[in-house]
């Protein structure tokens, strides 16, 4: 089996900086939640379920880093942590949307969940290989 014709990418609609993934996720999981209150009726043995609205979608999806050197390792995550806020003057700073495509997935997201797993290093402790499962709440 070939390399795909196509890569998945992410890129940082603030700063047009995109990372290319250098392997597509072998799947990735969609939600679409929807939002119901259960209210009470006289004289019934449950409650009446009511509909209240839908809610954003999420999706997570995982991402497979390997680099021998640990650089490009790195920089991914340096790159991800872009998507998270950040504390500046006592203020939180507003994260950037992020476009990601995975061939006709494409979303307009911010992150709401980043979590990297490091499982090998270089000599220098540099990681060389790691795991980000990403949780993606998609705006437009």
């Not at 390399?3 to 603030?14: D, G, P, S």
């Not at 597509?24 to 004289?43: E, L, T, V």
């Not at 060389?128 to 499962?133: D, F, I, R, S």
Request: hydrophobic share 40%.
């Amino acid at each position: 089996m070939g390399r795909a014709k196509t890569r998945a990418f992410i890129k940082n609609l603030e700063t047009g900086n995109s990372y290319f993934l250098p392997f597509n996720p072998s799947g990735f999981s969609d939600n679409h939640p929807i939002i119901y209150n259960s209210r009470s009726a006289p004289g019934s043995p449950a409650p009446k379920t009511q509909f209240v609205s839908g809610a954003s979608k999420t999706f997570d999806i995982e991402l497979f880093l390997y680099d021998k050197k640990g650089r490009e390792v790195k920089k991914v995550i340096a790159f991800l942590n872009d998507f998270i806020p950040i504390v500046a003057y006592g203020f939180f700073r507003k994260p950037p949307l992020m476009l990601f495509s995975f061939g006709w997935y494409v979303k307009t997201c911010v992150m709401e969940n980043l979590s990297v797993t490091y499982e090998d290093f270089d000599k220098n402790l540099n990681p060389t290989l790691a795991t980000a499962k990403l949780t993606l709440k998609v705006v437009a």
